[in-house]
C-alpha cells in the first residue's frame, strides 16, 4: 500500500530544499546509497533492514543489473527533489522522522498559496496540495521493519514502497504526459480502462471486468496511478505469481501471460525501451 504521502499535506506542508537526495539530520540516523538515492534508517533499526532495503533498492534502480540507471531522468527526478527512502521500526519513529525531514517554514510558504486559491488540502484538492510541495521539496517514502521480508523467498513489500518512490517521484515527474499521476496522463488513462471507467475516488465495488480494484477510499487518485503502475510493473516481471488469491481484491493480472491478454496497451506501454522498465 502506498504510505506516507497524504501525510505531508494533513500535517505539515513541509521539507527541506536541496538539490539532491538527502536524509534529515538525525543523530545516529543510519544512511545507505543507492545510486545516488539515500536510504533512511531510524537509529533503532537494525543494520540488516538497511542492507537490505538497499539492496532492493539497488535492484529496481539498476534491474537488468548491468551496473547501469536503467532510467537515469527518472532517478535525477527523484534526486533533484531531494526524496528518499525510510526504514522504520514503528510508527513513533516515522514521526520524529517527519518532523525533522519537514520544516515550519514551508508550511508558512504553501498556505497562503493555497488559501489564494481556494484549495482545501485535506479534501478535494489534496493532490493539487500534494504535487506542489512534492515538486519543490520532495518526500519520502517508507517501509517498517515488520513488513520487509529479508528471507529471499517469497513477496517482500520492501519492493512495493521502493518501487512507489521511483514512480510517484520519478517517472511521474520525469514523464508527466505519460505517467504523471492525474486523469489526462497516459498511465491514468489505462487505469481507468482497468478499472471500468473513471472514477476520482476509490470505489467499494467496480463494474463488472474491471481488473484494478482498489478499494480503499483514502487513496487519491494520484496514489490509486501510483497502486496501478506497481501493480502492472511487478505483474509484468512475474513477481505476482502465486498471489492470485491473496490480491484478488486489489489486482487480477497476476502474471506476464494475464497482463499480454487483458492489457495489450500496458504492456506495450512498460515495454517500450525508451522509460528502461526491464522485466
Known amino acids: 500500500m502506498l504510505k ?8 505539515v506542508l513541509s521539507t527541506h530544499n536541496t538539490a539532491f537526495s538527502n536524509c534529515p539530520d538525525i543523530p545516529d540516523l543510519k544512511v545507505a546509497d543507492s545510486f545516488g538515492v539515500k536510504i533512511c534508517a531510524m537509529p533503532d533499526v537494525d543494520q540488516k533492514y538497511l542492507e537490505h532495503a538497499k539492496n532492493v533498492m539497488d535492484g529496481l534502480i539498476d534491474y537488468n543489473d548491468d551496473g547501469i540507471v536503467d532510467n537515469q531522468p527518472a532517478i535525477d527526478k527523484v534526486l533533484s527533489t531531494g526524496s528518499v527512502f525510510a526504514v522504520f521500526r514503528n510508527g513513533r519513529g516515522e514521526r520524529k522522522f517527519a518532523d525533522v525531514f519537514w520544516s515550519e517554514e514551508v508550511y508558512d510558504e504553501f498556505m497562503p498559496i ?9 479534501r478535494d484538492d489534496e493532490d493539487k496540495c500534494m504535487h506542489a510541495v512534492e515538486s519543490k521539496y520532495g518526500t519520502f517514502l ?13 513477496w517482500d513489500p520492501t519492493i512495493e514502497e521502493g518501487l512507489h518512490l521511483i514512480t510517484h517521484m520519478g517517472y511521474a ?28 475516488k476509490a470505489k467499494r465495488k ?12 483514502s487513496c487519491t487518485y494520484s496514489c490509486q496511478v501510483t497502486e496501478f503502475t506497481y501493480w502492472a510493473i511487478t505483474s509484468l516481471r512475474g513477481q505476482q505469481e502465486g498471489r492470485a488469491r491473496e490480491i484478488r481484491k486489489e489486482w487480477k493480472l497476476t502474471d506476464p501471460e494475464k497482463m499480454q491478454d487483458t492489457a495489450p496497451d500496458l504492456v506495450e506501454l512498460l515495454s517500450n525501451k525508451k522509460y528502461g522498465i526491464y522485466y
Open 4 to 11: 506516507y504521502l497524504t501525510i505531508i499535506i494533513i500535517s
Open 114 to 122: 493555497f488559501d489564494a486559491k481556494g484549495w482545501n488540502c485535506e
Open 142 to 154: 517508507a517501509v517498517f521493519t515488520n513488513e520487509m521480508n529479508l528471507s529471499g523467498s517469497g
Open 173 to 200: 515527474h520525469a514523464y508527466p504526459d505519460i505517467f504523471g499521476q492525474n486523469k489526462d496522463s497516459y498511465i491514468a488513462k489505462l487505469m481507468d480502462i482497468a478499472r471500468g471507467g473513471y472514477f476520482e
Open 206 to 217: 467496480y463494474p463488472h471486468g474491471a481488473y484494478y480494484t482498489y478499494d480503499d477510499r
